[in-house]
């Protein structure tokens, strides 16, 4: 087990950010939301056995 923080909030996590005047998240290109999907994405593929592809760490 790990355990793996990013410098987002939840929505960082999943490449969107909340966007008040749409009252929904919405895709993010800002490098926080980027560095911290990417993260998530390689998290996700190892728990499934599937070598991840970040390369931040």
Known sequence: MSLDEVATDHAGVVM??????????????????V???SRTADVL???AGITGRYSGR
């Open 45 to 47: 593929a190892r728990a």
């Open 16 to 33: 969107t950010e909340f966007v008040p005047e749409r009252d929904r998240c919405l895709r993010s290109t800002a490098d926080h939301a």
């Open 35 to 37: 560095r911290a999907g």
